[in-house]
């Protein structure tokens, strides 16, 4: 009776050792997964900024090259401010529309980290951090 009762509890010891690492193991793989899932937002998030600064970049190239122009063509037509003007209002509305396109871009982004705070706060109250 006894060698059955110390089996009975070994095994007991056994099944819930068991239990306890396959938990421990699952904890630590969904903890791998959300840091897989941090290191591409982090990454994406980068790249988005390197992006806006290249286009920050060009733009201020963008506007030496239309002081420049702007002397040479009033240079070699002249001096006719008609035509100047017209071609320093196609670029402000070249430079309007990649504005817009910027700010397109800044609000899809801001959506994007407004999702993912969501998502980490349900995430967060399913597993009780709050």
Known sequence: MKKLIILSVVAMAAFVVSINESAAQTRRKLDR??????????????????RDRREDVKDRREDIRDRREDVRDAQHNGGRRDRIEDVRDRREDVRDR?????DRREDKHDRREDIRDRKEDRRDRKRGRF
């Open 33 to 50: 997964k959300e840091n897989r899932v941090d290191r591409r937002e982090d990454v994406r998030d980068r790249k988005e900024d390197v």
């Open 98 to 102: 990649k504005e817009d396109v910027r």
